[in-house]
Nanobody, 122 residues
Framework: VQLQASGGGLVQAGGSLRLSCAVS????????MSWFRQAPGKEREFVAA????????HYADVVKGRFTISRDVAKNTGYLQMSSLKPEDTAIYYC????????????????WGQGTLVTVSS
């Protein structure tokens, strides 16, 4: 399966941005799609995950209440709606396909999009 993230950009603190993740290749029906992010000099960290069938979202505490993960099965596209953005949300955001195990661990994913840069100015 291939994933391609898009939608990043520069936004002021308190603003909003929506990221998209286009999925292609094998059927995604059995996957969980997740978003991770990596800030400069830091490790890649889990942001949110959603089951492709069922659509229940799971979130890291640092984004809970501000970010919303969703997907459009017909369009084979996942989304991350980000609101009340903070400068500390600045990072490259990646979407990934979960293959099993700990949702928050990068080793549980076998396919990654190329990443899209989100910059939040203060």
């Amino acid at each position: 399966v291939q994933l391609q993230a898009s939608g990043g950009g520069l936004v002021q603190a308190g603003g909003s941005l929506r990221l998209s993740c286009a999925v292609s290749g094998r059927s995604f029906s059995r996957y969980v799609m997740s978003w991770f992010r990596q800030a400069p000099g830091k490790e890649r960290e889990f942001v949110a995950a959603i089951g492709w069938i069922g659509g229940t979202g799971h979130y890291a505490d640092v984004v809970k209440g501000r970010f919303t993960i969703s997907r459009d099965v017909a369009k084979n596209t996942g989304y991350l709606q980000m609101s009340s953005l903070k400068p500390e949300d600045t990072a490259i955001y990646y979407c990934a396909a979960h293959i099993g195990g700990d949702l928050t661990s990068t080793s549980s994913y076998d396919s990654w999009g190329q990443g899209t840069l989100v910059t939040v100015s203060s």
